[in-house]
């Protein structure tokens, strides 16, 4: 998720930023050129076919096979193991979770308690990083990075002290914050390039129309948009429509009070006023909400006019005085809110990062940032038994308790193996809706606070294409492709980030990245809140095979790119579906949720520490960033070290 706003920054006039920054997104100086090396390319060897080695997985990944069996029949059917194995490991810090709130703790936990400390990171999946997932390929001597999940480092200039902190003890500092900008080409749109060429495709009767240029400028009423939104395969009646509301031609909201407006935008879905205020059809509702699939992971279903503008949205220009004003204020806030960041892997690389500090082992000949995206790692050496800090894969907790109010047992499941061991303190960096389930002594109401936020769902994929040929005549790197399965497609990172080399031209092997929301974009039927939606949306992906992506990926993508000389059959090499079922934090919707008072919110009584066991994640701060994360780590550690 790109840009999240809390409810909080829209009352005091920032979240307008995002539309805001759109607006001036038309033009400006050019970025400088990338430091991309004219050299032969570097020859990659793929790793031992023998070797555990998860990042070259393709298929279904993400919440894959194995990863979540064990805690579905915890928490649906209240079903574990009777007996366990207790093994002779006690351990100073047992952290559940090895995703960026378990890495971070481990960390802090370390930086504080010596080099010495004993601490044992325990993850379901077959990968650490959580969300943070790394795709990598290998294909004619090329090593080919995509985004399996966490793509960009935020506002890195904003990070709370602590967070930031840690970006500094594993090398991201100022400099080389700013030299990834420098080593970020100006045409990827994906990494935040505002005057990247970014275009729409819409399904045409001979293959996709698609229209390139600055599709997101073209959004705000930027230069030229009038011609491009006649170029859109849609009726003229629709194109007038767009065009004055683009451009801002006049005021949607009109023969409302100021204070009529204000209750307006924060109190009606952005849908509804497309189709009730600016009077679109239902049917080119999509092309607006393509955008905030991607930034929010919601539809205009569930963010107020309010929110949907914050995230993304257009309209800003469309709501006469009230529009106005939010861009004004947000305009000040351009430089903060849209400094992204971005490793050719997403935040895989400062999960690996993290990882070679805590466990240097696993990448000895590593430098650093500097070439963390090309550094091969060793897997075998996470669970080694003469080093301080472990980390076991394959591992799902079951079962956490305080024993004695002297230790913390804590049991799971290994490929099938019930096992117990035992720590001083234990941090729970997992999903929140599990915890009720790993700690059934927890009162009542924390164990409603644990359960209220149900998590953003969503898909990422990537495709191994032979070459980049068909691609490179589209005319931009990122297209939004509102009415098929996977709305946002893009050339994978091509940052000379972190000692990576990406494809040097359309004759080299290219990845391909493709973006699905499973939320409805038609109006939902009855009363169903956003936390229902979301619950739908995992249900959808859970039970789409690997094989139904595959068929929508081969046909999308056909139709993007065959009258260009693809054929899906020859040129797909390799297929990852990273499927992230329970995915980012929940936000707090201004449609479903109170404004709870200081301390009270779901969130907040959920997080409460729990003896030696205390409570680390992005759902604990209800913001799905990675600082966030950070943050609650440094929490949930001051609290065991106190």
Partial sequence: MAIQITRRDFMNGIAIGAGGALLQGCGGDPEPPANLSLAPPTKFSPPNASAYYPPTLTGMRGSHEGSFEVAHALAWRGEKPAHYQPLDEHYDLVVVGAGMSGLAAAWFYRKKMGPDARILLLDNHD???GHAKRNEFHHDGRMMLSLGGAQNLDSP??????????????GIDDDFVAAMDINTPDNMALAGKLDADNGVALPGPNGHVTIGGNWNAVMYGGEGYEKTLRALPVS????????????????????????????YVNSVNYNQFLLERVGLAEETVPILNAIILHLTGLSGWNLTVLEAIGNGASGIRSMGWVGKTVASVGGSFLDSLLEVRMFPDGNASVARLLVQKLIPGVAPDMTG????AAAHFEYGALD?????????????????REVEGSRVEIDYVQQGNPLRITADHCVLACYNGLIPHLCPEMSESQKEGLSYGVKTPFVYANVLLENGRAYSELGAT??????????????APTMTVGGYEPPRGPDDPMVVFMMNSPMTLTAPEGPLSGRDQLRLGRHKIYSTPFASYEQQIRDQLQSLLGKHGFNHENDIRAITVNRIPHGYAYPYLALDDPEWEEGQAPH???????GRISIANTDSEAIALMDAAFDAAWRAVEEQTA
């Fill in 127 to 129: 990968d650490f990083g």
């Fill in 157 to 170: 200039s904003g990070y709370s002290k602590v967070a930031g902190g840690l970006m500094a003890d594993i």
């Fill in 236 to 263: 003229v009646g629709e194109q007038d429509t767009l065009i004055d509301f683009f451009g801002g031609k006049r005021d949607f909201l009109d023969g409302l009070s100021l204070s009529e407006k204000w209750e």
């Fill in 369 to 372: 940032p500097e070439d963390v």
């Fill in 384 to 400: 080694r038994e003469n080093q301080a800090t472990r980390m076991r894969l394959n591992s799902t907790a079951v079962g956490v």
């Fill in 478 to 491: 990122l297209f939004q492709c509102p009415y098929d399965p996977f709305q946002w497609v893009s050339t």
């Fill in 604 to 610: 907040e009584i959920g997080r409460a520490q729990f």
